[in-house]
């Protein structure tokens, strides 16, 4: 959406225009026409590989971007494609985040983990927030926290392995996601020169059809905004009351092996969103 303001992109074309290297193609084998805005919402028509995007290993053997999207591993074992029109379903697709930071990457020639760092991270002065790129890695790994499985074990190495960054590799503290979130909250209410409030309305704004997500975002009744993340080494939840200007953040470093709403982590966030005071 930065890039966007920037006019370096248009989340109303086609991802395709954008992209050189790899295209999004139906399973006919034709180019797809998903715009940037389908991608975002979820709504592109593309579906995941079964039990994917988990289990790789630090020290393993390296997975591109590309062997992602044409299904070449087991880490998504089904080439990304769009599989119905866009706009006619909605299914959570780690997949259509790496065709989106494949055409991030290729639109700015840099690195998505430079990207992010120069576009969100350094303008709001976060010093614990990256994505977790080996470089990355190497500067911040003593103050990353051991995962957990769903048995209790720490993951081998500490924490996976994740090629696939602007699905899966964002690492952050507690403090620093509530700056974010404040951030686009204040943004929402034309209060933060840091993104311009008719952008941030219209990532907030429901989709037709799908009224429970936004762009990058979900919706969760009249006033409460959603951002979960669930892994092998962790499960997290932020919610943003839009109206009241709370916002709420848990993070825990094990997979609980139940979603947030049976985990309790989503009844502390609410807990502490409708705090008095």
Not at 72 to 94: D, H, I, L
Not at 144 to 167: E, K
Not at 184 to 207: I, N, Y
Not at 244 to 255: D, E, G, L, Y
Request: hydrophobic share 35%.
């Amino acid at each position: 959406m930065k890039l966007r303001e920037n006019q370096a992109i248009d989340t109303d074309r086609p991802v395709n225009d954008y992209l050189r290297q790899w295209k999004l193609l139906t399973p006919e084998g034709k180019e797809s026409d998903a715009a940037i805005r389908a991608l975002l919402c979820h709504t592109a028509g593309i579906t995941d590989g079964e039990d994917g995007f988990c289990g790789l290993r630090r020290g393993g053997p390296e997975i591109s971007l590309i062997d992602i999207l044409e299904g070449r591993t087991a880490y998504n074992n089904r080439p990304v494609r769009a599989e119905k029109p866009q706009g006619t379903a909605f299914e959570y697709s780690n997949a259509g985040y790496c065709v989106l930071q494949m055409m991030l990457r290729e639109v700015t020639h840099m690195p998505f983990e430079d990207i992010a760092q120069e576009l969100v991270f350094d303008p709001l002065r976060l010093k614990n927030t990256f994505f977790a790129s080996d470089e990355k890695i190497a500067r911040y790994e003593n103050r990353m926290a051991t995962g957990y499985d769903d048995n209790g074990q720490p993951i081998p190495g500490r924490f996976p392995s994740v090629p696939d960054l602007a699905a899966s590799g964002l690492w952050c503290t507690p403090t620093e996601l509530l700056t974010i979130a404040k951030t686009f909250v204040k943004a929402l209410h034309g209060e933060s020169t840091f993104l311009h409030a008719e952008t941030a309305r219209e990532m907030a704004r429901p989709v037709k059809d799908f009224p429970w997500t936004g762009l990058g975002l979900f919706v969760s009744g009249k006033d409460t905004l959603v951002s979960k993340g669930w892994g092998e080494n962790g499960q997290c939840i932020m919610k943003m009351n839009i109206r009241t200007k709370r916002i709420a953040a848990v993070m825990t470093n094990r997979n609980p092996g139940v979603d947030q709403a049976e985990s309790g982590v989503e009844r502390l966030a609410d807990e502490k969103l409708n705090e008095k005071g």
